[in-house]
């Protein structure tokens, strides 16, 4: 019911200082175009990797209030463009990597499996990166 009413608005405008975190991941799951100004701070940045994993960066992440304010109204009176973003948005949750469970999951095993094989060999902990296959 959540993620179905999301869907029913015209714009999502994100707040700068504390960004939508599953809030912004169920409003581009239901194709609501959303508008996000990141700041300094990690929960100001939130909602624009959100917006980057789904490929939409340069349309809905914004580096001003002045740029804020004109894609807000843009998406509000432009129909024509709000309605081809909607259908890309909803087009592209199948395909973009915000939305990829099984290639997370995967993933995420394998940081696992390498964590366990990091404790196995004697070692503390440490940083390391697990790349994509």
Known sequence: MHIWRSGLADVFLDTPICNAHTTGCDVLWAGTPMVTLPLERMASRVAASLCSAAGFYNEMVVSSHVEYENIAVKLGLNHEYR???????????????????????????????????????????????????
Request: hydrophobic content about 35%.
């Open 83 to 133: 309605n081809d973003l909607r259908k890309r948005l909803k087009a592209a949750r199948r395909s973009c990597p915000l939305f990829d469970t099984h290639t997370w999951v995967k993933d995420f095993e394998r940081l696992v499996s390498q964590m366990w094989q990091i404790h196995c060999e004697g070692d503390g902990p440490r940083s390391f990166e697990v790349y994509p296959v």
